[in-house]
T-cell receptor
Framework: AQSVAQPEDQVNVAEGNPLTVKCTYS??????LFWYVQYPNRGLQFLLK??????LVKGSYGFEAEFNKSQTSFHLKKPSALVSDSALYFC????????????FGKGTSLLVTP | DGGITQSPKYLFRKEGQNVTLSCEQN?????MYWYRQDPGQGLRLIYY???????QKGDIAEGYSVSREKKESFPLTVTSAQKNPTAFYLC??????????????FGPGTRLLVL
């Protein structure tokens, strides 16, 4: 069975400060991890994914994520937050045995204040 | 939202009525998916299709039906058997046949409301 947890319902950050949105996962095989962002009443936009290789993955809009196998985590980060980064962020996971099934976390609402 | 379109943006359903949500993609993707999004629950998979004329149930298929007669189209029908249909419905597609490495790309969504 596979699952993903986003322990924070909301993260508040001041503009210009670094941000972190947390994600932990549980899979039976090798994990494939994804981050998506959703703006109000819009679909999900793909940010980045980890398949294999370098543990630090760089994605769209200056976001990056760090894969940590020992801690089973895949936290999303950005060095300097923008007000326009305020949105709902979803972590998702598959493993090599699950094929189509993309298991999403419940989402974390990020609020960046000026 | 790329080359995936969903219509309508808002849809109202009366009791006992079947309604159909449209999803079209011009990305030449093989696999297509339907998800339901409820507040605080993330996304849950309703149906997916890896190729034309083939589809499989996801985690919450009861009360829903789909068809895949064309590669670019994957309509979802919400039947009267779905007792709590109010939600945001998202269509997605991926390039191959839905393998574990593929990225899914999403449409803009349809919000379904019950009158």
């Amino acid at each position: 069975a596979q699952s993903v947890a986003q322990p924070e319902d909301q993260v508040n950050v001041a503009e210009g400060n670094p941000l972190t949105v947390k994600c932990t996962y549980s899979v039976s095989g090798n994990p494939y991890l994804f981050w998506y962002v959703q703006y109000p009443n819009r679909g999900l936009q793909f940010l980045l994914k980890y398949i294999t290789g370098d543990n630090l993955v760089k994605g769209s809009y200056g976001f990056e994520a760090e894969f940590n196998k020992s801690q089973t985590s895949f936290h999303l980060k950005k060095p300097s937050a923008l007000v326009s980064d305020s949105a709902l962020y979803f972590c998702a996971v598959r493993d090599e045995n699950s094929g189509y099934a993309l298991n999403f976390g419940k989402g974390t609402s990020l609020l960046v204040t000026p | 939202d790329g080359g995936i379109t969903q219509s309508p943006k808002y849809l109202f359903r009366k009791e006992g009525q079947n309604v159909t949500l449209s999803c079209e993609q011009n990305l030449n993707h093989d696999a297509m998916y339907w998800y339901r999004q409820d507040p605080g629950q993330g996304l849950r998979l309703i149906y997916y299709s890896q190729i034309v004329n083939d589809f499989q149930k996801g985690d919450i298929a009861e009360g829903y039906s789909v068809s895949r007669e064309k590669k670019e189209s994957f309509p979802l029908t919400v039947t009267s058997a779905q007792k709590n249909p109010t939600a945001f419905y998202l269509c997605a597609s991926s390039e191959g046949a839905g393998g574990p490495l593929e990225t899914q790309y999403f449409g803009p969504g349809t919000r379904l409301l019950v009158l």
